[in-house]
């Protein structure tokens, strides 16, 4: 167990720390942030360990881009259902081999990077707790290590294990972690996580000592929580460090769960080193933010997103989600912390060095979904290490990745309060100053600047229906189903978007970062009391229908929140148009050394629906972007970029042209395109293979012939 110093004595070691840091100069850290795509290769997720999904390559480049022609295509259909979910995993490449995960299984699958053929796989045995996962398919890919000059690929499963496999032969890892006592299950190279998660826990506790025992097929038991793991490890300095998922939050009833706490192990031996609680314990920092009890019963605090490191630091960079009950936050009054909250913990010994709560008792699904991104910036003449954090509201947060200081002011603004008896929002919730948000309707609201002003009727039309409304931008609460103010419903609005299957992307050598986004107002839904009753149970119906509605992945606890949401909400329409201005599909790019937002272009065409629209007969609209998100990567000289389409965004516009392009980085123009056979989804990357550069780009849609794929490019 790692040990736990007082609050002043974390101080002096922090600040000890930073006047070694400000000695040393960039020398601390630099070319971290780049280290994994070296030599050719791609050995994170996010390419690099800073996660900028930059690569130097520049074989393939702008003068020949449109020469590039497919070299392979790897289908996931053959390894099961649920194939979509696939793409969901960005391969990595590293010493000639190609790895990634297909399936609910979330099976581990290398292959040929010439050939795309499959060299080995690998399954876990079935149990009980994998068939209980709430996020069997969200496998987000694999981690690799060399651990006394072998190659290790490590990953963690839907049931909550963690396990080694030999990188050339597939085979779990001999000698390492420990035996597992459920048929099927080889006799190495596998850690069950569960017991460390919980061996300090009280309400864990709690039940062994009323008689109750470990089910090790089943798991934790359905009264005290569910866990489960969607991002894949990150091994740093000989450490693996584990994150945790659960159920989403915003889908739960209950208010009890097991916490996400982040765990450490030896990488060579899989002996486990530490855990930081992601729920503060009495005499940690920030307990005091979890008032009347919740530290206790609360879980969650979920790390969903992968983690991002710097080894010459020695910290790992970590973002959470929120605690149990997304919508409602009246059985965990305060600000809850580590929820919501961007972490640099120590690899070595797990102690927070630093932390900003990015946001208060979240209640509003604002997660931060996407990994903390490293570069060495050069700020008014003075090299900086930096983590940049993006967020689903459209904010960027930028911080000394060595000790939390942020690189530009950040304030607090109050925001508009709950109403709903018994809850509890935070007075005021943190507001970068710059850089400006990708959008900036999320920092007012619908302001006249944004709403639909086509033509004279419209904008008089829309200012009538919006003068009913309050007016916000982000962190608007939900009103409650017996509100009879003056309002007809509170509005906000979102800049961001849920950047998960589309994240930001940089360039560490120029600066640059590129941030996919879209614009949504909304009228929440009002909020419903239970009445104590769990929404699970089959006897229950779902908030606005009117019969029974049983729930495939139920949530856990034993008691019900007091609210949730009920339904009746809607921002009303104009004939089918929005009251604001849209931004369905928007590419961005700041100059980070600045903190200067240098371009903005639609991506894609305004929807055929909204173009044609009767209203907008002889009105030359602006170019809103068509529907989905940008994905893209760096890669030497040029952003290559695509679109991803889901399966109803693909139904609105079912001639999409399907390409994949090269854009200036500086400028975003489209400087040559090639076909792609399915819409992209999630990433992309590039590798060099015996000589020659490969771009692996994931797609994936019913309405073609591959529900999950990757496609490799290459030059003749």
Not at 72 to 97: A, C, E, H, Q
Not at 645 to 654: D, K, V
Request: aromatic share 10%; glycine share 12%; charged share 15%.
């Amino acid at each position: 167990m790692r040990t736990r110093f007082p609050e002043n004595s974390v101080n002096a070691v922090a600040m000890a720390f930073t006047v070694v840091v400000l000695i040393l100069g960039t020398a601390v850290s630099n070319a971290q942030p780049t280290l994994g795509t070296e030599n050719g290769e791609w050995r994170y997720l996010g390419g690099n360990i800073g996660h900028t999904r930059y690569s130097p390559l520049d074989q393939i480049n702008r003068r020949n881009f449109a020469d590039l022609e497919v070299a392979w295509i790897w289908r996931s259909d053959n390894f099961g259902p649920n194939v979509d979910y696939f793409s969901r995993s960005t391969p990595i490449y590293v010493d000639g081999v190609l790895y990634t995960v297909a399936t609910p299984r979330r099976q581990v699958i290398a292959m040929d990077p010439a050939t795309g053929e499959i060299i080995w796989t690998f399954r876990e045995p079935d149990t009980i707790r994998h068939q209980r996962s709430p996020r069997q398919a969200y496998g987000k890919g694999v981690a690799y290590a060399e651990v006394n000059g072998r190659g290790v690929i490590y990953i963690t499963t839907p049931g909550f294990f963690l396990w080694a496999l030999d990188a050339k032969t597939g085979r779990p890892l001999e000698g390492w972690g420990k035996q597992f006592p459920v048929g099927g299950f080889p006799e190495t190279g596998v850690i069950d996580l569960i017991p460390q998660l919980v061996g300090d826990w009280g309400p864990w506790q709690d039940y062994v000592v009323a008689g109750g025992t470990y089910d090790a097929d089943y798991g934790i038991p359905r009264e005290l929580g569910m866990v489960t793991a969607s991002a894949p490890p990150i091994v740093v300095n000989g450490v693996v460090i584990v994150l945790v998922g659960h159920q989403p939050s915003y889908g739960q009833t209950r208010i009890e769960n097991v916490p996400g706490d982040i765990m450490g192990f030896d990488a060579a031996t899989g002996e486990f080193l530490w855990k930081f609680h992601a729920i503060p314990r009495p005499g940690e920092v920030g307990h005091e933010t979890w008032e009347n009890a919740a530290w206790r019963f609360s879980g969650d605090i979920s790390t969903w997103a992968p983690a991002s490191a710097d080894p010459q630091l020695g910290l790992v960079y970590l973002v959470t989600n929120a605690s149990t009950v997304q919508s409602y936050a009246g059985h965990r009054p305060g600000d809850n912390l580590f929820g919501g909250s961007l972490l640099a913990l120590d690899v070595a010994t797990g102690e927070r060095r630093w932390h900003f709560q990015i946001h208060r008792s979240d209640q509003w699904n604002y997660d931060l979904p996407t990994p903390p991104m490293l570069m060495d910036l050069n700020v008014g003449g003075q090299t900086i290490p930096a983590v940049i954090q993006n967020t689903k509201q459209g904010l960027i947060f930028a911080f000394n990745r060595a000790t939390g200081e942020p690189i530009w002011p950040i304030e607090d603004r109050p925001v508009i309060q709950t109403e709903v008896p018994g809850n509890y929002t935070a007075a005021m919730q943190p507001f970068p100053t710059w850089p400006e948000p990708v959008d900036r309707i999320i920092l007012d609201g619908i302001t006249e600047e944004f709403v639909i002003d086509y033509t004279p009727e419209l904008k008089e039309q829309a200012m009538t229906i919006l003068n009913g409304y309050r007016i916000g931008g982000l962190y608007v609460p939900a009103l409650p189903n017996t509100y009879q103010g003056e309002y007809v419903n509170n509005v906000g609005c979102l800049g961001g978007g849920n950047i998960i299957p589309h994240p930001p992307v940089a360039d560490p050598t120029t600066g640059m970062m590129y941030n996919s986004h879209r614009r949504n107002c909304f009228a929440p839904g009002f909020m419903q009391p239970t009445n104590g009753v769990d929404r699970d149970n089959p006897n229950y119906p779902e908030p606005g229908e009117g019969g029974a509605t049983p729930n495939s992945t139920p949530t856990t606890g034993v008691t019900v929140a007091a609210w949730l949401p009920g339904g009746g909400g809607g921002l009303p329409t104009i004939d089918g148009l929005s009251v604001y201005k849209r931004m369905n599909n928007q590419l961005t790019a700041y100059q980070m050394n600045s903190g200067e937002k240098v371009w903005s272009l639609p991506v894609g065409e305004t929807p055929a629906a909204i173009r044609n629209h009767p209203l907008l007969a002889g009105v030359d609209v602006p170019n809103s972007g068509g529907e989905g998100w940008s994905i893209q990567m760096v890669m030497g000289d040029i952003l290559v970029q695509t679109r991803a389409l889901s399966e109803g965004m693909a139904q609105m516009e079912p001639d999409a042209p399907l390409t994949l392009n090269a854009r200036d980085k500086m400028t975003g123009e489209v400087l040559a395109s090639v076909p792609l056979p399915a819409p992209g989804q999630y990433g992309m990357m590039t590798y060099l293979h015996r000589g020659q550069q490969f771009i692996v780009v994931q797609v994936g849609s019913s309405r073609t012939d591959y529900p999950g794929a990757l496609v490799a490019y290459r030059l003749p």
